[in-house]
């Protein structure tokens, strides 16, 4: 980290638009970019002045596999603990594999989507693992039917039941819970017994759609229809007429959107921008969301009446620490998947590794689970994984059981007393409750501000009168 408290980025690529385009999103975030292009300007850049703070690389993968594996293997060998992000426009699980092994920490698929970026970024300097191979991982296939999702707690169980019961209906569903609980499997599943399994189902994330685009994006436009409009296309909803769509976190919706969004839920019909007349549609809606949209509509963001018409149904996904009882077994059908990709084999897993995993918080949920598990699965070298391959979750579960001052804060919450019954100074509880937020919320520094209820800014100045390392 520079002294001014940017983060260094240095990445590694000879095309200028694309180092325009990264140095542009990084800076949303607060990090400066640095540049070098592969092979010895970027080995020689680590020992100049920037070279010495930089937080983080990313890495442009070309066309030579065995040039970058070598660059990559070249930077680790130098900088050990630096976070390697890899770029490529290859999406393959074999890609993610072979960079892995290489030494990346991340991976990333091209176009980079600036939330994506954002977030990578902020886990790898977090260091939990949080955000690592997401794009990857995802491509597993997981269409579950109800009766093959993983987990017996009663409260997950009663969740599914309600999916299941509603899956032979029209009405909409929501579906609720922490990102990474599984609603998209759900969803899924819901319109795999649904009348409708036979068509398509569509998946909508309108969080990662410009406000702009919405419209266009869900509804279609005709050609001409605004600047930049060259063809017409169709929109989200007509793809998916018979079938299922999907809006993925839909409380991210403009209102403007909204309020379209409803008349198509009223009518059944969708009217593109720029067409005279409107399409009739036959589609089922299930929506799925990460917040309580009950208190985006008491807070004005989200409209009531669009609220009670998706909310036909509700279903509420509990987060994995709250069925943690559902680890062990939830952990063997994820390596069972993992295993049927391509360069990965069937591995089986030690019950030591298994009681770590089981008492971790996972504030990532199945997903972060899954994350794991892949990275843990590409670099094991034996035939089972064992807590040694895990070091990210087995170094923030003792950071979270032991806390700063020798073994007071627990992960339940923050220890106000000592051991001899007076209270601890507040400063000390004060770091407590800011390594706790950063881990709760997988070291996204935005997102562990807005709750603190401070500035980014006096965060990061918090963090340096308190002593705080930045991955805590």
């Known amino acids: 980290m520079t002294r001014n408290g940017q983060r260094l980025l240095l990445l590694i690529d000879d095309e200028p638009a694309q180092r325009r385009l990264v140095a542009a999103l990084a800076a949303r975030a607060g990090w400066r970019t640095i540049f070098a292009t592969p092979g010895e300007q970027a080995i020689a850049t680590l020992g100049t002045q920037d070279g010495m703070q930089l937080d983080a690389i990313l890495l442009d993968h070309w066309a030579d596999d065995d040039a970058a594996a070598e660059l990559i293997t070249e930077l680790r060998a130098r900088r050990p603990a630096l976070p390697i992000l890899v770029l490529t426009a290859n999406g393959s699980v074999a890609a993610a594999v072979s960079a892995m092994r290489g030494g990346a920490t991340d991976f990333l698929v091209k176009p980079l989507a600036p939330e994506r970026l954002m977030a990578a970024l902020e886990a790898a300097v977090a260091g939990d693992g949080a ?5 990857l991982t995802e491509k597993i296939p997981a269409l579950l039917a109800f009766d093959e999702i993983v987990g017996s707690a009663p409260q997950f169980r009663a969740a599914l ?29 819901v319109h795999a017994a649904s009348p409708r399994s036979k068509k398509p189902m569509v998946t909508v994330n309108c969080g990662a759609l410009p406000p702009n685009l919405v419209e266009s994006e869900l509804f279609g436009h005709e050609k001409g229809a605004f600047t930049g409009a060259f063809e017409r296309k169709i929109g989200r909803f007509q793809d998916a007429d018979g079938g299922t769509i999907l809006l993925d976190e839909v409380g991210e919706m403009p209102l403007d959107a909204q309020v379209k969004l409803l008349r198509v839920l009223q009518s059944g019909e ?18 799925a969301t990460n917040k309580k949209l009950l208190d985006e509509v008491e807070a004005g963001r989200f409209r009531e009446d669009l609220y009670y018409r998706l909310n036909v149904v509700q279903v509420s996904i ?3 620490r709250e069925r943690t009882g559902d680890i062990p077994a939830l952990t063997r059908h994820l390596l069972a998947r993992i295993a049927k990709q391509p360069g990965l084999k069937p591995l089986g ?3 030591e590794a298994l009681q770590l995993l089981s008492h971790y918080h996972w504030p990532g949920n199945v ?9 843990a699965a590409v670099l094991c070298e034996g035939a089972a994984l064992t807590r040694a391959d895990f070091p990210q979750i087995a170094a923030a579960s003792s950071r979270v059981a032991a806390g700063p001052a020798g073994g007071l804060a627990t992960s339940g919450g923050v220890t106000l007393f000592r051991p001899d019954g007076n209270m601890r ?17 997988r070291g996204r520094m935005t997102e562990v501000a ?13 963090l340096g009168e308190l002593g705080i390392d930045n991955a805590a």
């Open 131 to 135: 955000g690592e191979l997401r794009p």
């Open 161 to 189: 039941a309600i999916a299941a019961k509603a899956a032979r209906a029209r009405v909409p569903v929501l579906i609720e819970g922490e990102s990474g609980v599984g609603k998209e499997v759900v969803a899924e599943a």
């Open 270 to 287: 969708v009217h593109p921008i720029g067409a005279r007349h409107a399409r009739i549609v036959d589609v089922r809606v299930i929506a």
């Open 318 to 320: 509990p987060p994995l």
């Open 349 to 351: 897993i030690t019950d």
């Open 367 to 375: 997903r972060q689970l899954q994350n794991a598990l892949f990275r």
């Open 425 to 441: 100074q507040l400063d000390e509880i004060e770091a407590d409750v800011i390594r706790l937020a950063i881990g709760h919320y």
């Open 450 to 462: 807005r709750r603190l209820g401070i500035g980014r800014s006096t965060l990061y100045r918090k």
